[in-house]
Nanobody
Framework: QVQLVESGGGLVPPGGSLRLSCAASGFTFSNVSMSWFRQAPGKERELVAIISKTSAFRNYGDSVKGRFTISRDNAKNTVYLQMTSLKPQDTAVYYC?????WGHGTQVTVSS
């Protein structure tokens, strides 16, 4: 059974940074691409970043390019999202996604 557990969200002022983590279990983590999505109130869920199983390929949504970095540690079955230069429009629930399964999400609020 695929389990994805996000952590690391919180309240941060504009321009600040946060690192999200997603601990995965129930599948062979190193064989699977991993993604982060986010959903803001009243908006559709959107892709934030994706990373291939070996980290050789990474791609980002246009709104976060140059500010966010996705990474993974296959030894720890964990994927990360380092977020810098945060903006109020980054406020959303951030979800980890793999194998057609979603985590419960972690809230990120960017506000002064």
């Amino acid at each position: 059974q695929v389990q994805l557990v996000e952590s690391g969200g919180g309240l941060v002022p504009p321009g600040g940074s946060l690192r999200l983590s997603c601990a995965a279990s129930g599948f062979t983590f190193s064989n699977v691409s991993m993604s982060w999505f986010r959903q803001a109130p009243g908006k559709e869920r959107e892709l934030v970043a994706i990373i291939s199983k070996t980290s050789a390929f990474r791609n980002y949504g246009d709104s976060v390019k140059g500010r966010f970095t996705i990474s993974r540690d296959n030894a720890k079955n964990t994927v990360y999202l380092q977020m810098t230069s945060l903006k109020p429009q980054d406020t959303a629930v951030y979800y980890c996604y793999a194998l057609e399964s979603w985590g419960h999400g972690t809230q990120v609020t960017v506000s002064s």
